[in-house]
């Protein structure tokens, strides 16, 4: 456990080897050196392709720590290193100590976790918080507190600050999920649900306000060779709805319904065949009406796995 942990922290110093991540540094650096926390900026010019969350704690992290590979990374292994944590609480919860710690190693030990935390875009900002929101919304379906409505809705707000709208489906589709295949459809419409998404929306508003302040107030900017551009319109549909129906700003030519299930045999390398048959097997028991013990993991991931199929705009990160 402890080389899988030093294997992650090892490529901390690794400078940038792809395009991506590069852009997202200096896109952090503008903001902690401009102290302008509202516009993204490249070159200039207004840059409109990712929501700002991850841009925000990384321009923190230059502003406290200053600029450097390491000081970029720093945040994004440590909501990494938190979705290990709540992995940990979740299958404790749910299947012991022995099963929570074989999960967390194959989640330090999966390809695509090491890589991303190597090659840091937004994926380990996006485990963290995914995981944050799934096990603070399931203990708030278990039982209200303050506590958990509020971690719940923050946790789901930044993943939404991070990817977009779209982060809402695996983390309503895990919830939704287990109240229904335990057959409590009544526990959908608990006041707390409700509450919940008015505190989403609440939390959301910042990154609403500036890409409003950014493109909406200022028609003339040009952005994917257009004026009148809505950071708004784009935030709340385009961004995901366009990708998603690849006629968007940004499109993919390249879609294939199996192209998820055959980049899963590299992404969770070494644990591919081990993932695909735990969850033939798990699906199975389900399809005979065995009781399980969650229903978080396969709703979210096999409702998210056929939404990433149909669409044909793919990316295997």
């Known amino acids: 456990m402890i080389a899988a942990i030093l294997v992650n922290l090892a490529g901390i110093g690794i400078r940038f080897f792809t395009d991506d991540p590069s852009l997202y540094g200096i896109l952090a650096r503008n903001m902690a050196q401009s102290n302008n926390f509202t516009d993204l900026v490249y070159h200039g010019r207004g840059w409109l392709d990712k929501p700002h969350f991850p841009f925000w704690v990384a321009a923190l992290s230059f502003k406290l720590f200053g600029v450097s590979t390491v000081t970029y990374k720093l945040p994004a292994l440590l909501f990494f290193f938190l979705s290990v944590f709540y992995t940990y609480e979740l ?128 028609p003339e900017k040009v952005v994917f060779g257009r004026t009148n551009i809505s950071g708004v319109k784009w935030f709340l549909w385009d961004s995901q709805f366009g990708r998603f129906n690849n006629n968007g700003y940004i499109t993919n030519s390249h879609g294939d319904v199996f192209f998820f299930l055959h980049t899963l045999l590299w992404a969770f390398a070494p644990w591919a065949i081990v993932f695909y048959y735990a969850l033939g097997k798990k699906l ?33 990160f």
């Open 284 to 316: 199975w028991e389900i399809i005979k009406r065995r009781p399980q013990p969650e229903y978080l993991g396969v709703s979210a991931s096999i409702v998210m796995l056929l939404i990433f199929s149909i669409s044909k705009f793919q990316l295997p």
């Open 91 to 218: 299958a404790l919860q749910f299947y012991g100590r022995q099963t929570a710690l074989r999960a967390v190693l194959i989640l330090l030990t999966a390809q695509h976790a090491i890589m991303s935390n190597t090659d840091v875009r937004a994926e380990p900002y996006l485990m963290g918080l995914l995981m944050g929101s799934v096990f603070h919304f399931y203990q708030l379906k278990e039982k209200f507190t303050l506590q958990h409505l509020l971690l719940g809705s923050l946790f789901t707000a930044c993943a939404v600050m991070t990817k977009g709208i779209y982060l809402l489906v695996p983390i309503g589709s895990a919830i939704i999920g287990d109240y229904l295949f335990k057959g409590d459809v009544k526990g959908l419409f608990q006041w707390r649900w409700l509450f919940a998404f008015l505190l989403v929306c609440v939390f959301v508003l910042p990154e609403v306000y500036t890409v409003y302040t950014q493109f909406d107030r200022h």
